[in-house]
């Protein structure tokens, strides 16, 4: 057993109203320099839609992630061979369209148009060419549905669905939605770590951060094709790749990432996991019904004394193991199975789970009036609005079952919930409801308190870190550099202006 | 946290070391095999004539390099040939302008120096620059002051163009024979790098030949057999010195490169004509090869995934 820890993040999607502060605020962090206009290391997508860059999900057209080939996991971008062959001239990159044309507005013509009859306005100008530009594309250009005809209709996940289905699913009156914000998801087994040429992608041994040394990369971009999730960006100025650093110089500093510190729904929650690092090769390999279960079944419980000692002996220190016990994700993925990877398919094992979202009620209107009396309350997971099929392709790698699963534990919580403190459903029912969950009364109030009312700490257990001793190690005696500037470092840091 | 870890982390990666040498090898073979091709090209020579720098202290050497460089287009006393007679040269002209103009014909002539001008357009064919540094020159003149008849004026100049001859069936020379040796189907005798390397005629090959020196269409009308023989033989121009002084061309290959010339001097326009257009159509030909071999090398590439969607509308 090779005990490593892991940060690991939660979202949970029934939380999350789409304001896309999460991204406003990383992008006034990380990405508002020359060179980095296009990048969203965190960004909001409206589902069912296409996402950013459109249609990222379309591995047929990408070729990002693994795929099972006999016995061997093998990039979908190609062998060793065909990689190398296609080294100058990479045919799988998205273009800037698939992106957007990156713009800002003439707002000094607000200031400085000469008198006339209309008001002056600020036209869009793109960032690339400096000319004025006619908005077709932005990286939430299908927000709430928003040209749905064009792209929620071509969401690669509504493709198990029945074309009446489909038709069901945007008929105005069933037209349901839900956001999915997303951020690295700092896989065990990255697609961009895998395919990179020169090997400047790597994932931190502490904390298991997927970072792209700036010294290593020789903008090749292969990282940005094999990453299925195409969170790896290429920054035109620098000529190097970028992507999502889970903002580890706060998390040093004992913060959360901006995204988790802005969000306004709280609905994200980050902590540590452990896992064994000798079973990741197996684990990729599984069939891809099995693939969410052999994911749990990697983590490791950080209460057993058996993974302590292994930990331990790895060097993970006692506030590690207990942030560990504490951590919000270990509970929401391990311990009540409700929270998910997305798209386990790709095999990269992300470190991201998704709580899916229950959805409103159904109701029915007759005469204007909004009906609910007519069916249970809350319905059933089975009439959701969002079929089953169209959940499980995005979270559970098409196994409708861990779908159903988690959705009826969820569905528990809530019932359980309007019965002890509104009353508006039976106790009976909601007993029986808990009882078909597989849950006990005990359980769900700690759910339903995680979910509804968590403190700052209870969403965000960050162990320390312990930079000072890691520079210890590092360095050897820090009386060497005593009256030194800085701790030997091989250049010296670069001053902002 | 741990050291080895981070260590683990940062591990020494062999596979990077040994791209790096299997690239570095490739770069070395290309490399080698590049110098190697222009060496077979050059023949190996350096581009120096070692018989004549740096020996020219010697007044004897005028003969020498007279002999060498200018007996190919120019007599003492026997008539003109390419150029003018240049019996009695040093007593018509001025001595500094005729060592200008043996060491930088070109740059006289592109100065528009009069009589340069006017030498020019009697002649036709403007003097190519031999190399020939000014020691050299003055040595030059004082053999052709020596050579010269003792009283020569401007009016006695022989003037009579001393006629090209052209081949008869009797001279030995095989138009055919020449071709070879011109394209280098034939090699020379002694290892000479083919003339085509360097010169185009007319028609020769469809995508001609080398555009380095002199297009050689014209040369026999212009420099008549003798011309060409001398120039054959005594290889005066800096280049052809380097590439044919180790490796002289032989009587016979002389005498079929004549052949040849007198052959393709009359054919020569149309010929032209023609392979420009083959050109063309080679290069049209290639181009779309390239493209449809690049087209289906990368078929399956990816092309505008949003675009597609916007414009295929809903489904």
Redesign the interface.
């Known amino acids: 057993m090779d005990v490593?820890a892991q940060i690991a993040t939660t979202f949970h999607l029934d939380k999350c109203i789409g304001c896309h502060t999460c991204s406003l605020a990383c992008n006034n962090l990380w990405t508002s320099r020359p060179g980095t206009e296009y990048m969203w290391w965190n960004n909001v997508e409206t589902k069912p839609g296409?996402g950013y860059?459109?249609?990222w999900e379309?591995q047929d057209?990408?070729r990002g992630g693994w795929e099972l080939k006999g016995n061997s996991l093998r990039p979908r971008l190609g062998g060793r061979v065909g990689m190398l062959t296609n080294l100058f001239?990479n045919?799988?990159?998205?273009?800037m369209?698939?992106y957007y044309e990156p713009w800002t507005y003439q707002y000094d013509h607000l200031f400085n148009a000469p008198q006339g009859p209309d008001q002056p306005t600020a036209r869009p100008i793109s960032k690339v060419t400096g000319q004025y530009l006619d908005l077709?594309?932005g990286p939430n250009w299908d927000d709430d549905l928003g040209g749905s005809?064009?792209?929620a209709?071509?969401d690669v996940n509504l493709a198990k669905l029945t074309e009446t289905e489909q038709q069901a699913l945007f008929s105005i009156e069933q037209k349901v939605f839900f956001y999915l914000p997303r951020i690295c998801n700092h896989c065990l087994n990255p697609g961009c770590v895998g395919v990179c040429p020169?090997?400047a992608i790597?994932?931190?041994?502490?904390d298991g951060v997927v970072l792209v040394s700036q010294e290593k990369c020789r903008g090749w971009r292969f990282c940005v094709s094999g990453c299925p999730y195409k969170k790896p960006y290429y920054n035109w100025n620098t000529g190097k790749s970028e992507k999502c650093i889970l903002c580890y110089p706060r998390m040093e500093t004992g913060q959360a990432p901006a995204c988790f510190h802005s969000c306004v729904g709280r609905i994200r929650y980050i902590g540590v996991l452990l896992y064994d690092a000798d079973r990741i090769e197996e684990i990729t390999k599984v069939p891809e019904a099995e693939l969410v279960a052999a994911q749990r079944s990697l983590i490791l419980d950080p209460a057993d004394p058996e993974v302590i000692a292994a930990a331990k002996k790895?060097?993970?220190?006692d506030e590690?193991l207990e942030a560990a016990r504490k951590s919000p994700t270990y509970k929401f993925v391990k311990e009540w199975e409700v929270a998910l990877p997305l798209h386990s398919e790709f095999r990269t094992l992300p470190m991201l789970f998704y709580i899916p979202p229950l959805l409103p009620v159904v109701a029915t209107t007759e005469n204007g009036n909004y009906n609910v009396a007519d069916s249970e309350f809350f319905g059933s997971i089975e009439t959701s609005r969002i079929p089953i099929q169209y959940m499980a392709s995005l979270f559970s790698a098409g196994n409708e079952e861990i779908i159903k699963k988690a959705l009826r534990i969820l569905w528990a919580v809530r019932s359980s919930q309007q019965a002890s403190r509104v009353g508006l459903i039976d106790e009976d029912v909601a007993a029986a409801q808990l009882a078909e969950a597989g849950i006990t009364a005990e359980i769900a109030e700690e759910i339903s308190r995680l979910t509804a009312l968590p403190r700052v700490a209870d969403r965000y257990v960050l162990p320390p870190y312990?930079r000072e001793m890691?520079i210890e190690?590092?360095t050897g005696d820090t009386q060497q550099h005593k009256y030194e500037v800085g701790f030997g470092s091989t250049q010296s840091p670069r001053r902002g202006p | 946290?741990?050291?080895?870890?981070?260590e683990?982390?940062?591990a020494f990666?062999p596979?990077?070391v040994w791209a790096g040498l299997v690239s570095t090898v490739l770069v070395l073979i290309l490399g080698v095999a590049f110098l190697g091709s222009t060496g077979n090209r050059v023949s190996g020579a350096t581009l120096q004539s070692p018989v004549f720098f740096g020996t020219y202290s010697q007044n004897g050497n005028g003969g020498t390099i007279f002999e060498q460089k200018c007996r190919a287009c120019h007599t003492i006393g026997g008539g003109r040939l390419v150029g003018p007679d240049l019996d009695g040269v040093a007593g018509r002209r001025d001595k500094d302008w005729i060592i200008g103009f043996i060491v930088t014909p070109d740059q006289v002539i592109a100065s528009g120096d009069p009589a340069a001008t006017q030498l020019l357009k009697e002649y036709g064919t403007p003097m190519p620059n031999l190399g020939v540094s000014e020691h050299e020159a003055e040595d030059v003149l004082a053999y052709i002051k020596a050579e010269s008849s003792d009283q020569a004026s401007p009016a006695e100049v022989k003037t009579t163009k001393v006629q090209p001859v052209l081949i008869s069936e009797g001279t030995g020379g095989d138009a055919a024979r020449g071709r070879d040796i011109f394209t280098g189907s034939v090699s020379l005798k002694n290892g000479g790098a083919a003339c085509i390397s360097c010169h185009n005629i007319d028609g020769i090959a469809a995508l001609g030949g080398g555009a380095v020196a002199k297009n050689l269409t014209a040369s026999y009308s212009n420099l008549g057999e003798s011309g060409l023989k001398a120039i054959l033989e005594t290889t005066p121009f800096p280049l052809m010195e380097a590439i044919y002084g180790p490796r002289p061309l032989e009587d016979g290959e002389v005498t079929q490169l004549i052949a040849f010339f007198g052959e393709s001097a009359g054919a020569g326009q149309e010929a032209s004509d023609q392979s420009a257009i083959i050109f063309l159509g080679i290069g049209i030909a290639g181009l779309l090869v390239i493209v449809i071999l690049l087209q289906t090398i990368?078929r399956?590439?990816?092309?505008?995934?949003?675009?597609t969607?916007?414009k295929?509308?809903?489904?």
């Open positions: 490593r296409t860059p459109t249609l379309d057209k990408y001239y045919p799988y990159l998205p273009a369209d698939d077709e594309a005809p064009v792209y209709r071509n020169s090997g790597y994932k931190r041994a502490e790895n060097g993970i220190d590690w312990h890691a190690e590092l | 946290m741990t050291g080895d870890k981070r683990r982390a940062r990666r596979g990077a990368w399956g590439r990816l092309s505008g995934v949003r675009q969607l916007v295929g509308g809903s489904k």
